[in-house]
């Protein structure tokens, strides 16, 4: 199986606070993406770091990419309830497919 | 808004009765996929179209059939539903370039009685 694991599986915090996730990979990659899905809904990207990159913020995410570990993480600055989501890192295959890593379930307290 | 819409939201059928779920979409993207997921599980999966290319995942059970008639509809036909085949089953696009993100629907949640 070509899918990705992500550590932690769950993660709490307060509001206010950071969060982040890691992800470790298989294969070699053009891109890894981020993405978000909130209970019973599809995902939502949040983000793209290709491969010749190392960092890539995009408001209050920060995603670091290193393909020597092949491995990726998730930094959410200020988290929000809102944020309260699970969070999955999915890599590009040859033939255009993506596969997801196995998710990290972030609960945000308000 | 260009989006990619999945119907119906909840889909129930028996033990071994064919079903067909569908998926649409005004992105005008080449590429089409289906996954399956499962409860607290990552999106697996199942096979995708590249145009009218079919691109099967070698575990994807023979069970499992899609149709995609042209470029805005893609089906997902499961031929003889097992209780195992009870997920959510997302459907999602991409333009054909090697960067771009995947845009997904919101689901047909599949129950099998």
């Known amino acids: 199986s070509q899918q990705g694991e992500e550590d932690p599986q769950a993660l709490s915090i307060q509001e206010g606070e950071n969060a982040t996730m890691n992800c470790s990979y298989k294969t070699s990659i053009n891109n890894l993406q981020w993405y978000r899905q909130n209970s019973g809904r599809g995902l939502v990207h949040l983000i793209l770091?290709?491969?010749?990159?190392r960092e890539k913020h995009s408001g209050r995410l920060r995603v670091t990419l290193d393909t020597s570990k092949k491995s990726s993480s998730l930094l959410i600055t200020a988290s929000r309830a809102a944020d309260t989501a699970s969070y999955f890192c999915?890599?590009?295959?040859?033939?255009?497919?993506?596969?997801f890593g196995t998710g990290t379930s972030l609960t945000v307290i308000p | 808004d260009a989006m990619v819409i999945q119907n119906p939201r909840y889909q129930v059928t028996q033990f071994g009765k064919p079903v067909t779920l569908s998926c649409s979409q005004t992105?005008?993207?080449?590429?089409m996929y289906w996954y399956q997921q499962k409860s607290s599980q990552a999106p697996k999966l199942l096979f995708h179209?590249?145009?009218?290319?079919?691109?099967n995942e070698a575990d994807t059970p023979d069970n499992f059939q899609s149709r995609r008639p042209n470029t805005s509809f893609c089906f997902l036909d499961i031929r003889s539903p097992g209780l195992g085949d009870a997920a959510m089953y997302l459907c999602?696009?991409?333009?054909?370039?090697?960067?771009?993100?995947?845009?997904f629907g919101d689901g047909t949640r599949l129950s099998i009685l």
């Open positions: 179209y590249y145009d009218k290319d079919f691109n």
């Open positions: 770091i290709r491969s010749n990159e």
């Open positions: 999602a696009t991409s333009r054909d370039d090697r960067g771009g993100s995947q845009h």
């Open positions: 999915a890599t590009d295959g040859p033939r255009n497919q993506f596969y």
């Open positions: 992105l005008n993207h080449n590429v």
